[in-house]
């Protein structure tokens, strides 16, 4: 029988290229669900070569060519809580995916996460959830995926290395990377993204979220995971084990190899594959320290994962806002960093012990860093 799946953001750069994966093993794979948020003009080409059972819209429900077009809130938790549903791709971006995931885990459904906001602001509760109802986690993030696939028996490690590419300023002076425009700041030198995890790779809070979806998702202490600079992308992430093996994962940058491992899982299907690879023609991979100077957004949100309890979540919402601000022209490149500190500091540290207590305070710390932007284009 065909797994069926859902994929919520399937408009997006993780959703459109899942499609392309789920087209290649249509023996395997048959779509059950399709949500969007406002480009209707493509969902209405993915119901019409996907043939959707249920479809959602955030925005622009009456251009969707379906009889019964679910929105709201309420519309999104319905299609990923489906139990037709065998696994649901959580592709969406920023905070909307953490609610839906939890109930599709809920209601048994496996889950492939590429939303790794969800964990950041959520992970205890997530993963205490997904134990409970006998839930897998599969990780999309292709460091996450990559680690997940070099890991045996996670009671035999020692430490997660995380690589990452260092994004468009590795190389950049801090005067040029003060005066670049958002063109350049969506540049990045190695993957294809949606334009909120793009600014977040340029900064590097990027790899700060990944660190604490990483702990949460494997279990392991803030100390035992490194972050290694390494421009080429081919090893995606690596773990040592406690007698000082270490395993990596490698490829040519692709998101389509972690995105089918997590919807195949435990199998390991091809529907695209990559162009072989070859060590020679790599020939040189590069590894550094990361400069958390030039980079002080990796830093804060590596302090916000080891403080715990509410610091995660106003780190992950006023960053969310402050991205925002910047991709819509109210701030500048430099001022992200200090909008996210300013306000990561005005907030005391709280224990969070419900989603809703999650919800309240991440809405407040938005209107709080909408504020400090709004009219200030200087922070
Ligand atoms: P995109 O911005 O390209 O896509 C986001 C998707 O979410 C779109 O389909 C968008 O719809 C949809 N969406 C936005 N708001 C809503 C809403 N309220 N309800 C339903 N759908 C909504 O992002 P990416 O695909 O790049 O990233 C998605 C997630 O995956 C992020 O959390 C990111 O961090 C993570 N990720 C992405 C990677 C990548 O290579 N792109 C790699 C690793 C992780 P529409 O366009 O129709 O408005
Ligand atoms: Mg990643």
Same mark, same amino acid.
């Given at each position: 029988?065909?797994?069926?799946?859902?994929?919520?953001?399937?408009?997006?750069?993780?959703?459109?290229?899942?499609?392309?994966?789920?087209?290649?093993?249509?023996?395997?794979?048959?779509?059950?669900?399709?949500?969007?948020?406002?480009?209707?003009?493509?969902?209405?080409?993915?119901?019409?070569?996907?043939?959707?059972?249920?479809?959602?819209?955030?925005?622009?429900?009456?251009?969707?060519?379906?009889?019964?077009?679910?929105?709201?809130?309420?519309?999104?938790?319905?299609?990923?809580?489906?139990?037709?549903?065998?696994?649901?791709?959580?592709?969406?971006?920023?905070?909307?995916?953490?609610?839906?995931?939890?109930?599709?885990?809920?209601?048994?459904?496996?889950?492939?996460?590429?939303?790794?906001?969800?964990?950041?602001?959520?992970g205890e509760i997530v993963m205490q959830e997904a134990k409970?109802?006998?839930?897998?986690?599969?990780?999309?993030?292709?460091?996450?995926?990559?680690?997940?696939?070099?890991?045996?028996?996670?009671?035999?490690?020692?430490?997660?290395?995380?690589?990452?590419?260092?994004?468009?300023f590795l190389n950049k002076s801090s005067y040029d990377m003060?005066?670049?425009?958002?063109?350049?700041?969506?540049?990045?030198?190695?993957?294809?993204?949606?334009?909120?995890?793009?600014?977040?790779?340029?900064?590097?809070?990027?790899?700060?979220?990944?660190?604490?979806?990483?702990?949460?998702?494997?279990?392991?202490?803030?100390?035992?995971?490194?972050?290694?600079?390494?421009?080429?992308?081919?090893?995606?992430?690596?773990?040592?084990?406690?007698?000082?093996?270490?395993?990596?994962?490698?490829?040519?940058?692709?998101?389509?190899?972690?995105?089918?491992?997590?919807?195949?899982?435990?199998?390991?299907?091809?529907?695209?594959?990559?162009?072989?690879?070859?060590?020679? #023609? %790599?020939?040189? *991979?590069?590894?550094?320290?990361?400069? &958390?100077?030039?980079?002080?957004?990796? $830093? @804060?949100?590596? /302090?916000?994962?080891?403080?715990?309890?509410?610091?995660?979540?106003?780190?992950?919402?006023?960053?969310?806002?402050?991205?925002?601000?910047?991709?819509?022209?109210?701030?500048?490149?430099?001022?992200?960093?200090?909008?996210?500190?300013?306000?990561?500091?005005?907030? #005391? %540290?709280?224990? *969070?012990?419900?989603?809703?207590?999650? &919800?309240?305070?991440?809405?407040?710390? $938005? @209107?709080?860093? /909408?504020?400090?932007l709004t009219g200030a284009v200087k922070v």
């Open positions: 029988m065909k797994r069926k799946i859902s994929i919520i953001g399937s408009t997006g750069s993780i959703g459109t290229q899942a499609l392309e994966v789920i087209e290649k093993l249509g023996d395997e794979l048959e779509v059950y669900g399709l949500a969007a948020g406002s480009n209707t003009e493509l969902l209405n080409k993915q119901i019409k070569k996907f043939n959707p059972k249920k479809v959602y819209a955030f925005k622009n429900t009456e251009n969707v060519d379906f009889n019964r077009v679910l929105t709201g809130e309420d519309g999104l938790k319905e299609l990923a809580s489906d139990r037709e549903n065998d696994i649901v791709l959580m592709a969406v971006s920023g905070r909307h995916g953490l609610k839906p995931t939890l109930a599709a885990i809920n209601n048994g459904i496996d889950i492939a996460l590429a939303n790794k906001e969800t964990l950041v602001m959520a409970k109802h006998n839930v897998k986690i599969l990780p999309v993030d292709s460091e996450h995926s990559a680690i997940h696939q070099c890991i045996k028996n996670i009671a035999d490690v020692s430490k997660l290395i995380i690589t990452a590419s260092g994004g468009p003060a005066h670049s425009d958002i063109k350049q700041v969506l540049n990045h030198p190695r993957w294809k993204m949606g334009k909120k995890i793009t600014v977040d790779s340029a900064t590097l809070m990027n790899k700060g979220l990944e660190v604490i979806e990483a702990h949460h998702l494997f279990g392991i202490d803030y100390d035992d995971i490194e972050v290694v600079i390494h421009p080429q992308s081919v090893v995606h992430s690596a773990v040592e084990y406690k007698d000082g093996s270490v395993i990596a994962q490698l490829g040519l940058p692709s998101m389509h190899i972690p995105i089918q491992y997590a919807i195949t899982y435990p199998e390991r299907l091809v529907g695209i594959k990559s162009k072989s690879f070859s060590f020679s #023609d %790599i020939a040189r *991979l590069d590894f550094s320290k990361p400069d &958390f100077g030039k980079f002080p957004c990796l $830093r @804060l949100a590596l /302090k916000a994962g080891r403080t715990g309890g509410s610091a995660p979540v106003v780190m992950n919402a006023a960053n969310e806002e402050a991205v925002y601000a910047f991709l819509g022209g109210v701030i500048g490149y430099n001022d992200i960093y200090p909008a996210v500190e300013k306000i990561y500091n005005k907030f #005391d %540290i709280q224990e *969070l012990n419900s989603i809703d207590e999650i &919800f309240e305070l991440d809405n407040e710390v $938005r @209107l709080k860093t /909408k504020e400090l």
